[in-house]
């Protein structure tokens, strides 16, 4: 996740090749319990005239997630991620990190709170598959980034009351937990979990959260497999074995990972899927933009409005001509299928986070996932652990393990 206003960088594109969705296809798409483990909808939450209930456009104001395009795309809900950026590890940005946090924590219980008849706080695995039956959208609650814990591993504790079930530890630097895939020193700091997150690891186990390994460095997820007495989640991720990007994992982690019962779930974030052309002009623009729309939810209507043209003009000046597309994002899927089977894949595309890609811009797309997947073999058993069944198996097998 880069925040909302990173999503907003997103390219208005002519749609790539991708599956014909038949009726039959659609049908059998609606029938599946739809998780998808890491939605950044929530910074789309607070900003300015914006409702989660009304359906919005990805080429108007670059959102993915919504609660009719939900219903179009048959997305029955996820996991909807508390995301803080890195900050500088002080008591001071301890201080704004962990307000921060609480606040968007908030603000994900005040939208179910609003709106019982749509949306249900999820607790346990169990609870996913009454709330699909209902037809209510399903929310359980992750953290993106340990930093706002502070130095304080027992503020988790905060986070697990309030609803979180799962949680990584580092994001884009390193932080006082964990070494990052993508630290700009590119050099380790502590060679995987530091002291204190090995401290965190073993509350969260304690309480039953399912660690994400997501982001951290691969010695990070040695250690997690090392230590962890729960099974290890990658809630958005891809294989190093198609792009070799920090970000992703290889072939032998992923063997580990699942030989310990985890799941690694395929992201849609285009920077990750492979290399494109660079793009110098439409960069420089489209970051001095995201400068002004840092602060997207204190922007007032008008302003976002002014800003959100802005950027349409961009991609009429600078188009992005090499844009991952859906073909791209299969590639990664169906290796990891290959390598570990349907018993260890999920889905976790990063909405409203960055991801997203030609031929598959927003939840609507869903289904082409399920026409893809049926055409390469895979059958509606396998269909059923790959959308749901593998993250919440890893979910039960993390609140089994509770207080042990």
Known sequence: MMGAAVVALLP???????????KQVYQLHQKLITLDSHLDTPASLDLPGWSIEEEHGV????????????????????FWAIYTGQGPLTIEGFRKARDFAILRGLSIRNMVAADPANFTLALEAKDAAPIAASGKRIVYMSIENAYPLGEDVSLIKTFYDMGV????????????????STDPSKKPR??????????LLKEMNRLGIVPDASHSSDQVLDDLLALSTTPVLLT????????????NIDDEHLKALAAKGGVIQMNAYGTYL????????????LMALYGQMREDAKLSPEKRAELLAQRQEIDKLYPDTDRPTFDDFMAHMLHAL????????GIGL????????????DVVDLPKITAALLKAGYTQADLEKIWSGNVLRVLAAAEAGKGK
């Open 236 to 247: 958005h991720s891809g294989c190093k074995a198609v792009y070799n990007h920090p970000r």
């Open 12 to 22: 208005l594109t002519a749609q790539a090749e991708a599956p014909v969705v038949t």
């Open 190 to 199: 502590y060679g995987g979990l530091s002291p204190l997150g090995k401290e």
């Open 59 to 78: 080429h108007s104001d670059f959102t993915q997630v919504d609660l009719p395009r939900m219903k179009k795309g048959g997305l029955d809900g996820g």
């Open 350 to 361: 990063d909405w409203d986070g960055g991801g997203g890609v030609v031929g598959m811009e």
């Open 165 to 180: 079930r799962v949680s990584g530890f580092a994001h884009f630097a390193h932080n006082q937990f964990a070494d990052s």
């Open 274 to 285: 492979r290399a494109s052309k660079p793009n110098p002009e439409r960069q420089k623009a």
């Open 338 to 345: 290959k390598v570990v089977g349907p018993e260890h894949v």
